[in-house]
């Protein structure tokens, strides 16, 4: 069965530091998002990309967040300058056709800011 | 306002028991109600969902019981077994300007054998 993958599993950095967290979607769909998940929190959105242009983001979303899809199946999340509470999971998901339904979840990437 | 309310925080029952899980929404344009299941380390896993022309959806143990008028949707899971102890979060999701889902704060369920 098709999945959605994310690399590294845990990225451990230092504060101020860039960080590319990666996702390979599953191959047909359309609709990528990113979410972040503080420990023992709910799920949040982040930013949702279709055509490659982000097509919502959220408040969380600010000028150090970057999203890009390099070739025709990765697509990343860049953290520009890191900060302690960006310390999560963080989940990439992808869709098939319609927005916002029926999401599939990666395994997500554990980062760590010290 | 997109907020998606649930209930219990945490939720302890026995093998064979029944798990209620509610929620309670308050945008009326919300028309998608997924339920995801996420174990420990793993991504949230969609488990089942339901749209609002309908009051109950069923597969296997798992039912979605949906009240629009009292815009509330419970999750139930029959015969719980401990394979079923996970964090369960309810959302919802729709046509009303966004269709990114809105999640609950999640419901961790332990089954005891």
């Known amino acids: 069965e098709p999945e959605v993958t994310q690399t590294p599993s845990h990225q451990v950095t230092q504060m101020g530091q860039e960080v590319i967290l990666r996702c390979v979607p599953i191959?047909?769909?359309?609709?990528f998002y990113w979410y972040r998940q503080i420990l023992g929190q709910k799920v949040e959105f982040l930013v949702s990309?279709?055509?490659?242009?982000?097509?919502?983001k959220s408040e969380i979303f600010d000028d150090q967040f970057s999203v890009e899809r390099p070739d025709g199946s990765n697509f990343t999340l860049k953290i520009r300058s890191t900060k302690l509470e960006d310390s999560a999971m963080y989940f990439c998901a992808s869709s098939p056709g319609t927005q916002g339904n029926e999401q599939f979840f990666g395994p997500g990437t554990r980062l760590t800011v010290l | 306002q997109q907020q998606v309310k649930q209930s219990p925080q945490s939720l302890i029952v026995q093998k064979g028991g029944i798990s209620i899980i509610n929620c309670a929404y308050e945008?009326?344009?919300?028309?998608?109600f997924p339920w995801y299941q996420q174990f420990p380390g793993k991504g949230p896993a969609l488990l089942i969902a339901i749209r609002p022309d309908v009051s109950e959806k069923k597969e296997g143990r798992f039912t979605i019981s949906f009240n629009k008028s009292a815009k509330q949707f419970s999750l139930h899971i029959m015969d719980s077994q401990p394979g079923d102890s996970a964090t369960y979060f309810c959302a919802a999701s729709g046509s009303g300007g966004s269709y990114i889902p809105t999640f609950g704060r999640g419901t961790s369920l332990i089954v005891h054998p």
């Open positions: 191959s047909n769909h359309l609709y």
């Open positions: 990309f279709y055509n490659n242009e982000i097509s919502e």
């Open positions: 945008n009326t344009a919300f028309d998608y």
